[in-house]
């Protein structure tokens, strides 16, 4: 394939006017572009990053130009730099461009201000020889200074996983659209609106819930027929009108969980339009002195019923904001309940076998949910699977090999790295050797050994099979901390993160009755106190049956985090018999 070049020039003018008659490509060829902010008095530096960078491609490369001059929010920057094929056409710039959008934002070093219109993701011919020269372009970029981390560093990232700009599945795309019009439709009539989302882990819930915020926002923040491109896969709605709907919209993202709302709190500081104060607890939205135009509700299936909360302040404050929004302390009320109370339209993205504790709204309140928004047609499924590379069917069938005592048939998923140990320590070491090669690979395991370590840090949590480990040492950002890979992380901290190499130990907790043909629990080897308390204030107690069902959930979720692989170490030893059959290793 002929190499390509990248013309590097000023973004001025003068600078655009003398090398528009340099050649004709300048004037008449798709090519792709990046306008940036560089550090260092406008000099190209190795390593210098970026203050803030766009990202473009075009057919008149000239005439664009003149076009971003005018563009207030890129007076500013001051380097172009433009790369041209011979062999380039739209399908093949369209697809460079995305791929230099998702790289830039998740390498970290400055704001992409690209809007997020709908990154395209069509194929076309010669594509994988093409995305081959991708990778060429990237470390010359990165030569020039534009990148400052590798491939492997930035795809390993929380701001390249949870970024906005991403190229959606089809699936995804189709519910993007819909749930869009429904919601500017309802804009229009003063109608309230409820809307779920349902995925199995990997489906890409997370990412859809900030794509749509970004999305929004930028609608909101876009006048009709500014940069508009019509290839573009939400065009539509960059058009006049749609921004007038949106005025002073005030929309939310609740994140329930600690470590992932964090994480994309990092993604939201540096992505122009949104803010990191955008994402909330439920608590913050129902202490809110302001209501909600739109409230997006990831993993809402971890919304609290009311319960013994982790502290007496947020008792206090449970009460507290049941009785202002309903006028009296009603125990029935949920956070799910302050969600609408506070918003007139609600996205729930939700998988109701990701609850794990008691304290999570019930299942017959999710059906209901989910029956509610069937009924209004506003129900949407995400079927793709993204994360796990061994196809759809391993999320369920993992779901099912924990589930009830049903028939299943044993099935090996070639090419994905499933593998069944006897020896801890050998697949401690293999956990290690797989992060030297590929990054992001961690031990994980059920809450099945005492957290000694929360007090006595010299003191090991898990000692088994001559091998000593020690819990998550931080709550927030584990996966990506530097004592990471010597520890064992909890459900509490990868629920809702990727990893490449999962390697999961399923603990006493979780054991195999073989005259029964049933998984059963050993309530005794469970220490999450929160995950096995009964519910005093409700009047629910939990059965073993109960307990069953948060235990086998939170291992089909620990074991649906690999992206290329999932090891797994049993301790009981009638259930390592039992798995043995189906974690077929490949």
Known sequence: MTPFEIGRLDFTPNAVKAWASLDHRNTNWPVVYVLDDVKGGGQAAIGGGLNDVYVGESRNAAARMRQHFDSPEKKHLRTIRVIVDETFNKSVCLDLESYLIRMLAGDGSYRVLNRNDGITEADYYDREQYRESFLEVFDQLKRDGVFTRTIPEIENSDLFKLSPFKALTPDQAIAVEDILEGLFEDVKSGEKSTTVIQGEPGTGKTVVAIYMLKLLVDIAATAPAEDLDSDTLFSEFFVEGYQDLLKDVRIGLVVPQQSLR???????????????SMVMTAFDVGSSDQHFDLLIVDEAHRLNQRANQPSGVQNK???????????????????????RAKSTHQIFLLDAAQSVR?????????????REAKAANRNYPLLSQMRVKAGSDYVSYIRRILGPSATVTPEKFDGYGLRFFDSLAEMCEEIRRKDVEVGLSRLLAGYAWPWKTKSDKTAFDIELDGVQLRWNSKQVDWIASPKAIDEVGSIHTVQGYDLNYAGVIIGPDLRYDPLNGTLIVDRDSYFDTKGKE??????????????????????AVLLTRGILGTYVYVCDPALREHLRHFILST
């Open 262 to 276: 964090e994480s994309i709190k990092k993604v939201f500081k540096k992505t122009p339009g949104l803010h990191p």
């Open 317 to 339: 404050k449970f009460k507290e904001i049941t009785e202002k929004l309903f006028e009296s302390d009603d125990k029935t009320k949920t956070q799910l309940d302050w969600i």
């Open 358 to 370: 008691p304290a999570d709204l019930p299942p017959e309140m999710l059906g209901e949910l989910v």
């Open 534 to 555: 009964n519910n005093d204030v409700l009047g629910k107690k939990y059965t073993d049956e109960d307990l069953l069902r948060f235990i086998s959930n939170i291992y």
